[in-house]
């Protein structure tokens, strides 16, 4: 494995020790763990925590860039934690799990798994009752949805960016191209490899795609690139997006892949997404993104429409589902500006 | 080679013989030839002439279903030319060029030179001086720009739907990518492969990629795959997508596609599009479809507005780039519309 999944490239983590999880899909994963890291001290009424799990590929680090003194996530006044989720290289994963679960027998793992071993890690180790905001962007939204209505009475506020609550059949099929980029290397083989490396053509391949789906055409029409130090758009797909992918491990990604197309509220209600939603208690921000093409502002404001107490906001950016990586100070502050009105609010 | 490039299942062709023809990479392809179709007559005077290329992996076939007594595109009025492109199959392509540009050998070809051989058949075979109209879907579109730029005095009316004059820096990776789908099956082994049949893990692969990118978003939500007899997404993957492909031979969807993503008229004026879409004196209309995702009608309209005696339309409907295949009434009606408007706008 490359040593991609370290704390020398992540900063530290702390670790939460599940033991033996019996999984949505019916298997036990013995020994499991999820990796977090905090910022911020929990005060005595336990009621200044933040929660804010990460997207797909990612990990803790990436939601980071968020928090900061006279921020709205400011470490001073909030409690904040960045949960890991199964798959990301540093919570059990396909990359660090022993036989018989290791690499491509990784179990299947969903967002309910997550969702219950942050709520451990949230109510076993820190006894917090209740969340001031559980925030996140991408499957981190698709977290937050599993949250809110999973256990309403623990979410005062709720802030899904550029995420759905139940995968759209496009979304679905667009995931499963990705996956099928990585497995279509035959290095990749059924997901037994020696290096993560090995399957470096797969990861091009799957950066490729990305470069198609994950931004979109008005992007690369206005050459948005240039302002962030690209030259050309063959520079930009390396530089930005093979760089990005090829020191991952495809199985990892391929596994939080699998977890994000299966993304769904609605099995809490029998299917029934109106009802799975309508049991949201929590002040909720739903804000897609302008040009995303995984979750079009449409589909998210389909969704935002059966939420009782929620807001419908547009991030606008030529970065479209990529405006989270607040590479222009516009996004930064769009983003910033979301989360700063929703804590400001009055919550009972 | 599989029997898809066969009559028996396009119905009969006529050909034109090019001779040995300098493509514009500055290689010689010897005897060249397109293949074609009409229908109607044409009259004494030559002068009702219609010209209407076909889309990237079809064939003067596909086009057919557009003509028809008492529809726009009347044989009984109109002598209507389908005219074949190179790499379709049927014209000299990669399946059927004998060494030394048989398959993976076969040499890059432009929509410069389908427009000049499509110009000799028109010209030197029927004599024809101007046309009534020509119009094309998608790479046809791309082809009807080339005419209309490159013959502006030949060309009385133009109908490019859902194409561009010059492809975008997105729908270019998008090619790419579904290009390279095909290339990632080893068995594709550089384009040298017994059958084409061989290579239909990367037909399916390259299916899969297009039923995320040749459809839209809110296709999958309404599951409007319903209507045409389809009994769920995967139902629609196989026996639309999968089974529109796998019959075809990778190396022409390859070489088709490297024409489609360098597709631009601008070539004519050192790389000034305005320039180059000024040069047009044909009555035009713009047509893209709504929810296209390889032409949005933002992209379109950007290039209507450089063409100086031209109209912008938006067919509307949920197969969005595919409203071509006329899968529901209403699309048929609505492009039929569009080319009867055209049609009797009275050009001087």
């Known amino acids: 494995m490359s040593d991609y999944y370290s704390e020398e490239t992540h900063g530290p983590h702390e670790f939460f020790e599940l033991g033996d999880v019996e999984l949505e899909s019916g298997i036990t994963l013995p020994n499991a763990r999820i990796a977090y890291k905090t910022h911020g001290s929990l005060n005595e009424g336990r009621d200044n925590a933040i929660l804010f799990p990460h997207m797909w590929s990612g990990t803790p680090k990436a939601m980071e860039i968020f928090i900061g ?4 996530l400011d470490p001073s006044r909030y409690f904040i934690i960045l949960p890991g989720q199964f798959a990301n290289g ?3 994963s396909p990359s660090n799990t022993p036989p018989p679960f290791d690499g491509g027998a990784f179990p299947n793992v969903t967002i309910g798994d997550d969702v219950r071993a942050q709520h451990r890690l949230v109510s076993e180790r820190y006894r917090i009752e209740r969340l001031e905001l559980v925030l996140g962007w991408s499957m981190g939204a ?3 949805y599993e949250w809110a209505v999973r256990f309403p009475d623990m979410v005062k506020r709720a802030l899904p960016f550029a995420g759905t609550a139940k995968t759209t059949p496009h979304d679905y099929l667009f995931v499963r191209a990705h996956e099928d980029a990585l497995k279509s290397d035959p290095a990749w083989n059924d997901g037994f490899y020696r290096d993560s490396s090995d399957v470096h053509v797969g990861l091009r391949r799957h950066a490729q795609i990305w470069s198609v789906m994950g931004l979109c055409p ?11 130090g690209f030259t050309s758009v063959e520079d930009f797909v390396k530089r930005f997006w093979e760089a990005y992918f090829l020191p991952m491990d495809p199985n990892n990604l391929i596994w939080m892949g699998w977890k994000w197309r299966h993304g769904d509220v609605s099995r809490h209600t029998g299917g029934d997404l109106a009802a799975a939603l309508g049991r949201i208690t929590a002040r909720t921000y739903v804000v897609p993104f302008a040009h995303d093409m995984f979750f079009p502002p449409g589909d998210c404001e389909a969704e935002q429409r059966l939420i009782p107490n929620s807001t419908f906001r547009i991030v ?15 996004d930064r502050e769009q983003i910033d500006a979301c989360i700063g009105d929703l804590l400001k609010e009055e919550v009972t």
Do not use: I
């Open 69 to 72: 003194q006279g921020r709205p």
């Open 90 to 92: 540093f919570s059990s």
């Open 142 to 144: 698709e977290q937050t």
């Open 218 to 228: 008005e992007f690369y029409s206005a050459e948005a690139w240039r302002g962030v």
């Open 316 to 330: 606008d950016s030529l970065w479209a589902h990529f405006a989270m990586f607040c590479m222009t100070a516009s």
